[in-house]
């Protein structure tokens, strides 16, 4: 494609390609990991797609990214005069587009100044080297969400080991001294049903019943600052903050105050996973304590 004359799409966005489609598409707010397609004014729907509107009034219709065929972010760029520009607008007469160049003289010569950088309109006979770009979106999703699959979204986690077998467990004993197992389809032998939820695979073991007893979880690092992981949100890691730097607490427009369920103020951040550093999980030993 060597020509922005008559494209359905912005000059720089996302587009996704659906039983053969393209569309206009963003992340679904709320549904990660699905996309949303964004079909123009007067063009049919996705078939078999439900529509959703969204808080500022636009509708889009969520997929599932193992249904496309496709999703890329698309960027165009052009020269003039030599110089190369990211194209930000098009008429069938001009291209817009802000300057990536670094020479300071032609940018006071002939463009205008924007709070960061300079931008110019070209007349489009004057234009040279339009190139269309795209970053593909889909397959690091793929691989984020086998990677948090792996993971378990970083959630902090309580295990039980009984005769060899291990179990997702509570992390605390109950009143009676008692620790909740979920073995699921199994029904091991010694250990009693928990009455108070009866049918649901749960089963009671004192500690000296148990192999081994644990509590896994994750710590990181943002802006050099320590972390305690407790899961995900749209595909970003959630962590309470463990640090004690009043200063960065003041000054950061990265945490969030929240109330525990516990009662306790604390903050919290959410960070995409390419900015945390020092990820690293933690293994506690329960049965230690008991």
């Known amino acids: 494609m060597t020509d922005l004359a008559g494209q359905p799409f912005p000059v720089k966005g996302e587009v996704a390609a659906f039983h053969g489609d393209l569309y206009p598409a963003r992340p679904a707010v709320g549904l990660w990991p699905c996309v949303e397609l964004l079909p123009e004014?007067?063009?049919?729907?996705?078939?078999?797609?439900?529509?959703?509107?969204?808080?500022?009034?636009?509708?889009?219709?969520?997929v599932a990214p193992e249904r496309l065929e496709a999703w890329y972010?698309?960027?165009?760029?052009f020269r003039w005069r030599g110089e190369l520009f990211e194209c930000t607008a098009a008429t069938p007469a001009t291209?817009?587009?802000?300057?990536?160049?670094?020479?300071?003289?032609?940018?006071?010569?002939?463009?205008?100044?924007?709070?960061?950088?300079?931008?110019?309109?070209?007349?489009?006979?004057?234009?040279?080297?339009?190139?269309?770009?795209?970053?593909?979106?889909l397959q690091p999703l793929h691989a984020l969400v086998r990677r948090l699959a792996e993971a378990d979204h970083f959630r902090p986690k309580a295990y039980a080991v009984y005769r060899g077998r291990t179990y997702p467990a509570a992390a605390e004993a109950d009143a009676s001294g008692l620790i909740a197992l979920d073995t699921g389809d199994d029904r091991p032998e010694d250990l009693v049903a928990d009455s108070r939820d009866p049918g649901?695979?749960?089963?009671?073991?004192?500690?000296?019943?148990?192999?081994?007893?644990?509590?896994?979880?994750?710590?990181?690092?943002?802006?050099?600052e320590p972390f305690d992981a407790v899961g995900t949100v749209d595909g970003w890691i959630k962590g309470i903050y463990t640090g004690r730097n009043y200063g960065f607490i003041a000054?950061?427009?990265?945490?969030?105050?929240?109330?525990?369920?516990?009662?306790?103020?604390?903050?919290?951040?959410?960070?995409?996973?390419?900015?945390?550093?020092?990820?690293?999980?933690?293994?506690?030993?329960?049965?230690?304590?008991?």
């Open 41 to 62: 004014p007067g063009r049919p729907a996705p078939e078999g797609l439900a529509p959703r509107e969204a808080s500022d009034g636009s509708v889009g219709y969520p």
């Open 200 to 224: 649901s695979g749960h089963f009671l073991a004192t500690p000296e019943q148990l192999d081994a007893w644990y509590r896994t979880y994750w710590t990181f690092r943002s802006h050099g």
């Open 95 to 137: 291209l817009s587009g802000n300057y990536l160049g670094s020479d300071e003289h032609f940018a006071k010569e002939y463009l205008k100044r924007r709070v960061i950088g300079y931008r110019g309109v070209f007349p489009r006979d004057e234009v040279t080297d339009l190139e269309e770009h795209r970053e593909d979106l």
């Open 73 to 77: 972010a698309v960027t165009w760029t």
């Open 251 to 290: 000054h950061s427009a990265t945490l969030t105050p929240e109330t525990g369920t516990d009662g306790v103020p604390r903050y919290t951040v959410k960070v995409d996973l390419d900015g945390v550093t020092d990820l690293e999980q933690h293994r506690t030993d329960l049965l230690a304590d008991q």
